[in-house]
Nanobody, 127 residues
Framework: QVQLVESGGGLVQAGGSLRLSCVAS????????MGWFRQAPGKEREFVAA????????DYTDSVKGRFSISRDNAKNTVYLQMNSLKPEDTAVYYC????????????????????WGQGTQVTVSS
């Protein structure tokens, strides 16, 4: 069982930055591929970014490439999402997720393969 707790959300003006953190419980963090998803009001939860178990592989949805960066610190059981050049359309509840993976280099981009989810943190970008 893994528990995930996100933090770092808030209200920011367009063009600003935020860094989200997600801390995982337990001693098996390094055995999970991690991802960030977001859900805006009235919309489906969508993939944002993912990182492999080793941290050496990452992937992003097209709309955030060049602006967002995902990273992880396995010693601290933490995954981060650095968000720069924020836009009003980035406004959403952001969720981190953990998915089991036998591979240290594969990233998981599909929502259904993630087993554990955090409670979410609100990000609001004003224009």
């Amino acid at each position: 069982q893994v528990q995930l707790v996100e933090s770092g959300g808030g209200l920011v003006q367009a063009g600003g930055s935020l860094r989200l953190s997600c801390v995982a419980s337990g001693r098996t963090f390094s055995t999970y591929a991690m991802g960030w998803f977001r859900q805006a009001p009235g919309k489906e939860r969508e993939f944002v970014a993912a990182i492999s178990r080793s941290g050496g592989s990452t992937d992003y949805t097209d709309s955030v490439k060049g602006r967002f960066s995902i990273s992880r610190d396995n010693a601290k059981n933490t995954v981060y999402l650095q968000m720069n050049s924020l836009k009003p359309e980035d406004t959403a509840v952001y969720y981190c997720a953990a998915g089991s993976s036998l591979s240290r280099v594969v990233v998981l981009t599909t929502r259904s393969v993630y087993t554990y989810w955090g409670q979410g943190t609100q990000v609001t970008v004003s224009s």
